[in-house]
């Protein structure tokens, strides 16, 4: 997958929703696939595909068999670097995302977390909602030019993060995107390896990647915190923090692990 530190905190105003929409809208088709040519790829292979839009962060992944490593990062990468934004396509997918606003609208359980950063994060770009609005949304998508200007500024190499998991060597890895990511840039290319790998009967691979930032006592204690609580969903007190509880539990815990990172 490629993950791109592009997201809502990076958006203005006025152009809030931009990196959902484009998260939506890269789908529907490149410079060399079309949005039918896009799914049917990774389909025919016996693939997924998906993509994700963060506070933080856009990320497009794929799952498909190691042998296919290039063709499906050829893929994910023409979606990334060359999106057309063929209007006629784009304003399909505003109305799908203006049908995911209304649906989230209708959700009380999950607006409040909107609610609840608009007061944590007043002023700042993190208080604005990932999908955007409705007039932000008709606002960046009147013109293709207006978020592939966006993409210019924002999916620059010195800003993604690719990420492999699978039978694919480090070597394969760095070749594959020094060709598909870097052939027309000046950015040098760095790499990790999963620091720890566990191999069990059978055709999985589990690896654990440590990575050096947010390595506080707390923040340790609280993930094992919630995940005992989570794990224990048959036990009497899970059944009265959820049922009777249910918003109080789930806000104190979003509101302890915010007073300290």
């Known amino acids: 997958g490629i993950m791109i530190g592009a997201g809502t905190r990076h958006e203005q ?37 998906n993509a994700y839009t963060t506070k933080e962060e856009t990320t497009f992944y794929a799952a498909t068999l190691s042998n296919h490593f290039r063709t499906t990062l050829h893929l994910l990468a023409d979606m990334v670097l060359r999106p057309t934004f063929n209007k006629k396509e784009t304003d399909k997918e505003v109305t799908v995302i203006l049908d995911e606003i209304e649906s989230y609208n209708d959700s009380p359980s999950e607006l409040i977390y909107d609610d609840f950063e608009n007061m944590i994060f007043e002023g700042s770009s993190l208080a604005m909602p990932i999908l955007g609005t409705k007039k932000t949304l008709r606002r960046i998508s009147k013109s293709p030019d207006i978020a592939l200007n966006w993409m210019k500024t924002h999916y620059r190499p010195e800003r993604m993060v690719l990420f492999v998991q699978g039978n694919v060597s480090t070597q394969q890895v760095i070749s594959a995107a020094t060709r598909e990511l870097l052939s027309n840039s000046q950015y040098p ?26 390595n506080t006592t707390l923040r340790c204690f609280l993930k094992l915190f919630f995940h005992q609580l989570n794990s224990c969903y048959l036990a009497i007190v899970w059944q009265h923090l959820i049922e009777l509880r249910h918003i109080l539990f789930h806000h104190l815990l979003y509101s302890l692990a915010l007073q300290h990172f």
């Open 13 to 49: 105003p006025e152009e809030n929703g931009m990196a959902h929409y484009i998260e939506h809208c890269v789908f529907k088709g490149t410079e060399h696939y079309t949005a039918r040519q896009i799914i049917n790829h990774i389909e025919g292979i016996g693939g997924e595909i």
């Open 189 to 214: 290319i760095s790499h990790s390896e999963a620091s720890h790998i566990q191999k069990k009967r059978g055709s999985r691979l589990f690896f654990l990647l440590i990575h050096k930032s947010f």
